[in-house]
């Protein structure tokens, strides 16, 4: 059964915790994320139909800018970017918050409103975010892509995108977006962890679950589920970067930073296994 601490959209509690580390590692538990409610009455096949439109456009704003994280690319494939940004400046506005999770937060935003599949797509707010993050930010290791992203609008400039997102979903390939990778990954990678291994962006993946874990208001219990998820990816046999005792080194850490989180049984079998394996 999924737990509550996976969920996709902002979490409204008393202090405004965690909320960024729970947009960055969304399904962190494995799950995916919940079918979108539909009108009663309205049948089998448009409830499939209304699925399938999402995964769609999901895909293809996945296309369009591959540094999106899950929780990003979800939101504009249900047409809630707006709850996303929210969500992500709720993180950006958190004193207890590290200055990676508030650069992240900021890229996120960014990429979220030039993102042609956003049916909110404003250049103008994206470039003010990326030029927020190069005042803010100016030594992050996001520098070169921010510039690059900042390139990419200013070409924009020069050749307006003017088709809609629903004009532009109506171009696009559904046969290949809808086309599931069946590679059988472990049950406990979430979304962007399988992504991060069938994309080589495995590099990419351990920095954003690192930020997570670097981050102490992220609470306990994700800063362990982002250690696992690492363990995962790099004992994952389908990782062209596996590498054994960093996967232990990720476990281990897990597993004495934190013995009380609810994954503790499962950190420990992973581990169990990685060592009955052959060198």
Do not use: H, W
């Given at each position: 059964m999924c737990e509550a601490a996976y969920f996709i959209l902002p979490i409204m509690d008393s202090q405004?915790?965690?909320?960024?580390?729970?947009?960055?590692?969304?399904?962190?538990?494995?799950?995916?994320?919940?079918?979108?409610?539909?009108?009663a009455g309205s049948g089998v096949h448009a409830i499939a139909r209304h699925d399938e439109n999402i995964k769609v456009r999901s895909a293809a704003a996945l296309k369009d800018e591959p540094d999106l994280l899950t929780y990003s690319m979800q939101s504009i494939g249900r047409g809630k970017a707006t709850e996303a940004i929210q969500t992500y400046m709720l993180g950006y506005d958190n004193p207890?918050?590290?200055?990676?999770?508030?650069?992240?937060?900021?890229?996120?935003i960014a990429l979220?409103?030039?993102?042609?599949?956003?049916?909110?797509?404003d250049d103008e707010k994206a470039r003010e975010y990326l030029q927020r993050h190069r005042e803010e930010f100016p030594n992050s290791l996001l520098a070169t892509r921010i510039q690059g992203h900042l390139e990419i609008l200013r070409k924009r400039d020069e050749a307006p995108v003017t088709d809609h997102a629903?004009?532009?979903l109506k171009e696009v390939d559904r046969e290949a977006l809808l086309a599931q990778d069946l590679t059988p990954y472990d049950a406990d990678l979430n979304p962007m962890?399988?992504?991060?291994?069938?994309?080589?962006?495995?590099?990419?993946?351990?920095?954003?679950?690192n930020i997570v874990y670097d981050n102490v208001a992220s609470g306990d219990?994700?800063?362990a589920k982002s250690l696992y998820q690492l363990g995962l990816i790099f004992m994952s046999p389908y990782n062209k970067d596996a590498n054994?005792?960093?996967?232990?080194?990720y476990l281990r850490k897990a597993n004495e930073e934190f013995p009380d989180s609810s994954i503790r049984e499962k950190v420990a079998m992973k581990i169990t296994e990685l060592l009955n394996r052959q060198n």
């Open positions: 405004m915790i965690r909320i960024l580390g729970l947009a960055a590692i969304v399904a962190l538990s494995g799950c995916a994320a919940p079918a979108p409610l539909v009108i207890d918050y590290s200055t990676n999770m508030k650069s992240l937060a900021l890229y996120q979220i409103y030039m993102n042609r599949f956003n049916d909110d797509r629903a004009q532009l962890s399988e992504r991060a291994i069938a994309e080589d962006r495995t590099a990419d993946a351990e920095a954003v679950y219990e994700m800063r054994r005792m960093k996967a232990l080194d």
